[in-house]
């Protein structure tokens, strides 16, 4: 849907049609606070949608700076937890309202697909989750075709490990 000019009934379109599916995908691939990491890609979006070489683009653009934001976002979050890390206490655990929420295979499901490296489970999120065409994640995450195919592959492969030997 193009963006050009001062069109705010497509970028309103484009917010309604898919705010909560890129939160849905921010939320997969890491973000504590994937409202507001969605919230400021459409923000970039907006401040950048009479530069858009290609208006029909705004889309794979959403998609784009929501998997950097992430990135971004839980490098961060890495750092701080190592340098703060001496600071929680020892076999501190969830509350027993959060275990009953989240079932069982779900949280193994989602742990195992965190445990994965970043670049498989940006694949796994953004192909599987998000239904996108090889291409598309692809053009996505900025990396060649061959390698979407390879990190999905692997992505699989190591899930399918981790979730038999929890099940055993």
Known sequence: MPLAGSDDGAYEE?????FWGLV???ALLGADDAEDVVQ????RLHRRR???????AALAYLRSSVCNACRSRV?????ARRRH???????EVG???QHVVLDEDVRALLAA???LPRRQREVLVLRYWLDLSERDTAATLGIALGTVKAHAARAIAALGTRLKEDTE
């Open 40 to 43: 400021e890609a459409f923000v």
């Open 75 to 79: 490098r961060h979050l890495r750092m």
């Open 24 to 26: 849905r995908l921010a």
């Open 85 to 91: 890390a001496q600071l929680a206490p020892p076999g």
């Open 113 to 115: 697909v965190a445990g």
């Open 95 to 97: 509350s027993a309202e």
């Open 14 to 18: 484009l917010f309604t049609a898919h």
């Open 50 to 56: 009479r530069t858009l070489r290609d208006q029909n």
